[in-house]
């Protein structure tokens, strides 16, 4: 049985639809990341997965129950890592976890839970007194401390370092190898493509690829152009350049099936005006440059209601 089956969910407020037809399923020990722009949809299909959001329609299974239904039984072998959460401020970190420890039935040692999260030298120091990153790191805790089958992360990293942004992923690497299943959501595609066994890309609450990463990338027969324009020299109208165009600074991203065509046009203007091209280079796509497509074509020509247009291999 999978951890997660989502059957045509939607979910709709007045007239706005939120969620128009979802269709994934989430393996168990699979890192599942959900992908989209804002007001994709993103949030309200976790919440109704949480059981925190009643749905209009579709079916939702997770870990064999109807999230709706707030079973105690599931509620207790799933682990939730909100974008944003509130603490009482007096509790020391370490008295925090061990209270949220005592809500589960089965849970890990509250000692080696803020060692896992990096957060042993606070361990007796006051919330009030954490950084931003800390308190991610805090919410990383208490979502761990009741031993999760399957956990929510929100945006986990928002706010780390690098070094403790890697940590994290670290984590979450270390949580797959344990059979632990994780959905996760973030705007890093960075981090989906270095964390993510598969990602869903939801664009007007509607799925437009689903994949592994590397499915994702590798069947695109295009090429990103990538070029630096001179800050004096922003305003001008480019060429004529087939494909979709990222940034609107020096910094530019061509996306294209043609990229020889592309590089002669663009270095033929700007040596027609005496302008130095800086990082000219063409690479394979990343899951970045996927994404912008897919967002920018979706937004361009919407899908039917309900319409699934999975790119890669979804199971």
Do not use: C
């Not at 919330?127 to 979502?143: E, H, I, M, W, Y």
Request: proline content about 6%.
């Amino acid at each position: 049985m999978a951890a997660v089956e989502v059957d045509g969910l939607r979910k709709v407020y007045g007239d706005l639809v939120a969620v128009d037809g979802l269709s994934f399923t989430i393996e168990r020990g699979e890192v599942f990341a959900l992908l989209g722009p804002n007001g994709a949809g993103k949030t309200t299909t976790v919440e109704i997965l949480e059981g925190h959001r009643a749905r209009s329609g579709g079916s939702v299974r997770v870990l064999g129950h109807d999230p709706a239904a707030r079973d105690p039984q599931l509620l207790a072998r799933i682990g939730i890592v909100l974008q944003e959460a509130g603490f009482e401020e007096e509790f020391t970190v370490g008295e925090l976890v061990r209270l949220y420890a005592g809500m589960y039935p089965r849970r890990l040692p509250v000692d080696a839970v803020v060692e896992q999260v990096g957060l042993a030298d606070k361990r007796d120091a006051r919330v009030k007194t954490l950084s931003g990153g800390q308190r991610r790191r805090l919410d990383l805790a208490l979502g761990l401390v009741g031993d999760p089958e399957l956990l929510f992360l929100d945006e986990p990293t928002t706010g780390f370092d690098p070094s403790a942004r890697r940590r994290a992923w670290e984590l979450v690497d270390g949580l797959r190898d344990l059979g632990t299943t994780v959905l996760l959501t973030t705007h890093y595609m960075d981090e989906a493509e270095h964390l993510a066994d598969r990602v869903a890309v939801v664009v007007h609450g509607r799925l437009v690829a689903l994949g592994a990463p590397g499915e994702l990338t590798g069947g695109q027969r295009s090429s990103v152009v990538t070029f630096r324009l001179p800050h004096d020299r922003m305003a001008e109208p480019l060429p004529d350049l087939d494909g979709l165009l990222v940034g609107d600074g020096p910094e530019r991203r061509l996306t294209t099936t043609d990229p020889l065509r592309a590089l002669h046009r663009l270095t033929g203007w700007a040596l027609s005006r005496g302008m130095a091209l800086t990082d000219l280079g063409v690479h394979r796509p990343s899951l970045e440059d996927v994404y912008l497509q897919l967002v920018g074509d979706a937004a361009a020509t919407p899908a039917p209601a309900g319409a699934q247009v999975p790119t890669g291999a979804g199971r």
